[in-house]
Antibody, heavy 119, light 107 residues
């Protein structure tokens, strides 16, 4: 059974970089596409972007200039960096698997991690 | 981006009710649509993909239909475990987008 687990700091100050890691267990990270999605408190879901171990990445145009997503196959992990954060970036951040080449649906999700942006 | 609009935003129902949620896309997405269920404090759970294919392990009281721009999620007989928020998601374009969600609560 594939499991995903997010980790990283739960508090960032405005203008800092948000950095999160998703650890994948129960399967190889090499053959799939790995996504980040976020959900502001009490609101809906927003797709952030995806990455593949061969360097293919794509991100939401609304966030593109601030987002980096990368895959580390040696650790079975992938990561998210979101630069220059503001209070509007406060959200629960989820990592999720996309089984086939994008665009596709998301079949396995992590439990989510709340990141608060506040001075 | 393709915009996804769900209706209603909130639906009050009782155990045993037949429940239908609608999702409309701003342009044709063929049948590249997924439905997820989310409970408070939990991650979304995949219910249906390709508009009508039930994910393994999902009860058969859930069904999906539609194509093009209009889609529905139906719960044939609402169970206590089904009170949750439901989201549709299009995967016709690389920029995946979700509906705003439909909360199913107790009448």
């Amino acid at each position: 059974q594939v499991q995903l687990q997010e980790s990283g700091p739960g508090l960032r100050k405005p203008s800092e970089t948000l950095s999160l890691t998703c650890t994948v267990s129960g399967g190889s990270i090499s053959s799939y596409y790995w996504n980040w999605i976020r959900q502001p408190p009490g609101k809906g879901l927003e797709w952030i972007g995806y990455s593949y171990n061969r360097g293919s990445t794509k991100s939401n145009p609304s966030l593109k200039s601030r987002v980096t997503i990368s895959v580390d196959t040696s650790k079975n992990q992938f990561s998210l960096q979101l630069r220059s954060v503001t209070a509007a970036d406060t959200a629960v951040y989820y990592c999720a698997r996309e089984e086939k080449p994008p665009p596709y649906f998301l079949d396995y999700w992590g439990q989510g991690i709340l990141v608060t942006v506040s001075s | 981006d393709i915009q996804m609009t769900q209706s209603p935003s909130t639906l009050s129902a009782s155990v045993g009710d037949r429940v239908t949620i609608t999702c409309r896309a701003s342009q044709s997405i063929v049948n590249w649509l997924a439905w997820y269920q989310q409970k408070p404090g939990k991650a979304p759970k995949l219910l249906i993909y390709k508009a009508s294919t039930l994910e393994s392990g999902v009860p058969s009281r859930f069904s999906g239909s539609g194509s093009g721009t209009e889609f529905t999620l139906t719960i044939s007989s609402l169970q206590p475990d089904d009170f949750a928020t439901y989201y549709c998601q299009q995967y016709s374009s690389f920029s995946k987008t979700f509906g705003q969600g439909t909360k199913v609560d107790f009448k």
